[in-house]
């Protein structure tokens, strides 16, 4: 396995738990089960330790592969980037529709900003799974 394909394991993994913790927290308030005060404080949170994380399982990864992490992107790779972020484009574009479609059902704003913010998580897990698939695929 690549270092590239290594990374964008390390983010699918970490934006899908941290997010996925994050969204069930949001379900639970939605439903009325949690207070919604706390979903501010918990996004900060989720925030801060994937960036964190990333950085720390990154660099350790940068220790373990010097010579591969300096290595400048081949075309494949490159060429996995771009059709990932086609894929992602329209998921993204879908998802803000949907986003959009919501307003009509509720005019709840803190249930809007939260689909607005599924859609972006939405979409870059397809960017990073779109990559992973075609990493493996053309491997």
């Known amino acids: 396995m690549s270092f590239r394909e290594k990374t964008v394991w390390v983010s ?13 927290h949001v379900s639970q308030i939605m439903a009325g089960r949690a207070d919604a005060d706390t979903s501010f404080h918990l996004f900060l949170l989720v925030v801060v330790v994937l960036i964190v994380a990333e950085i720390a399982v990154r660099a350790v990864l940068r220790i373990r592969n010097p010579k591969e992490a300096r290595a400048p ?67």
């Not at 803190?110 to 960017?127: D, F, I, K, S, W």
């Open 12 to 24: 699918f993994v970490l934006m899908f738990v941290l997010f996925g913790y994050y969204f069930w």
């Open 73 to 139: 992107r081949d075309e494949r790779e490159r060429q996995i980037e771009l059709r990932a972020r086609g894929i992602a484009y329209y998921v993204l574009l879908a998802a803000a529709l949907l986003s959009i479609g919501s307003i009509h059902l509720s005019t709840n704003p803190y249930g809007l900003a939260q689909h607005v913010l599924l859609a972006l998580v939405v979409a870059e897990l397809t960017r990073l799974g779109g990559q992973l698939v075609l990493f493996r695929r053309d491997s």
